[in-house]
């Protein structure tokens, strides 16, 4: 049973049209906070999709766009989601994109692209929110890094730092902020079956090498992750900062 543990509360979930922040977002309105679902306009019938069937469920859902790697456009969508919401209690920097290449075949325009949305997106959202967080006295950040930002993986050097990256500013943003009553942590997936975790196991043999090298022997889905998200935002976890939690099944153990 999910426990109702964002009564009164509103939670700011980037990046969530589809995939893992559209089952996060899913998650927060299950346990009855005030969702507020946002990503880039292209996604708009993805958003709405996913505000509908949260909808229809029973939960609390508002939609706004914009693009985390903008800071103009972050100011705007966070004075969006807040003007609607009242106030934001929990923000959930999930918005990310992945490409595949070599470092020998990485342009250095999508070696930027992996930073700007991933590392700084995370950034500029966190920024926009401290203000408000301190004001209240307390504020839940929950980072979505990645295993990759931990090991890494060939072909995938400009994703994996940039994650390597969000696992660092969350270790530092966690120790800036926690006399504001902010906890600032990270979760860390494994291979996920979404739009993005597909590129890992585009045949039946890879997918096949990603199960072997999973301890529990399967691959992870977007409801997998969602509970240690929603954990890092509850009072469950007020004595938890600067914590960066792989879910992956066991592909890695540190
Ligand atoms: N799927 C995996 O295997 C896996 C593993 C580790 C970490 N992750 C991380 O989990 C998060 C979600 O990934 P996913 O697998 O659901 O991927 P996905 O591609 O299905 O979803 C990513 C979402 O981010 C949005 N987005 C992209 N650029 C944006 C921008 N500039 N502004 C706002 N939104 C933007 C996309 O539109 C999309 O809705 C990402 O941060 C990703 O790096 C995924």
Not at 184 to 194: E, F, L, M
Request: aromatic residues 6%; negative net charge.
């Amino acid at each position: 049973m999910i426990p109702k543990r964002g009564e009164g509360q509103a939670v700011l979930v980037t990046g969530s049209s589809r995939g893992i922040g559209r089952a996060i977002a899913q998650r927060f309105a299950a346990e009855g906070y005030h969702v507020v679902a946002m990503d880039i306009p292209r996604q708009e019938t993805d958003l709405k999709e996913a505000q509908a069937l949260i909808r229809e469920a029973g939960g609390r859902c508002d939609i706004v766009f914009g693009d985390v790697s903008n800071p103009e456009s972050v100011k705007t969508f966070v004075a969006e989601a807040k003007a609607i919401a009242g106030h934001i209690d929990v923000l959930v920097n999930n918005a990310g994109v992945l490409s595949l290449a070599l470092v020998d075949d990485i342009e250095p325009d999508e070696w930027d692209r992996m930073y700007d949305v991933n590392t700084k997106g995370t950034f500029l959202v966190c920024k926009a929110l401290l203000a408000q967080f301190r004001e209240a006295g307390r504020g839940r950040i929950v980072n979505i890094a990645s295993i990759g930002g931990k090991r890494g993986a060939p072909m995938q050097a400009h994703y994996c730092s940039s994650k390597a990256a969000v696992i660092g500013f969350t270790h530092i943003l966690a120790q800036e902020v926690a006399k504001d009553g902010i906890t600032v942590n990270a979760v860390c997936p494994g291979i996920i079956d979404t739009d993005m975790g597909r590129n890992n196991y585009r045949d039946e043999k890879a997918l096949q090498a990603v199960k072997d090298k999973t301890a529990l022997g399967r691959l992870g889905y977007p409801d997998d992750v969602v509970g240690a998200v929603a954990f890092f935002a509850s009072s469950d976890a007020s004595f938890i900062t600067g914590q960066a939690l792989n879910v992956c099944g066991g592909i890695i153990f540190h």
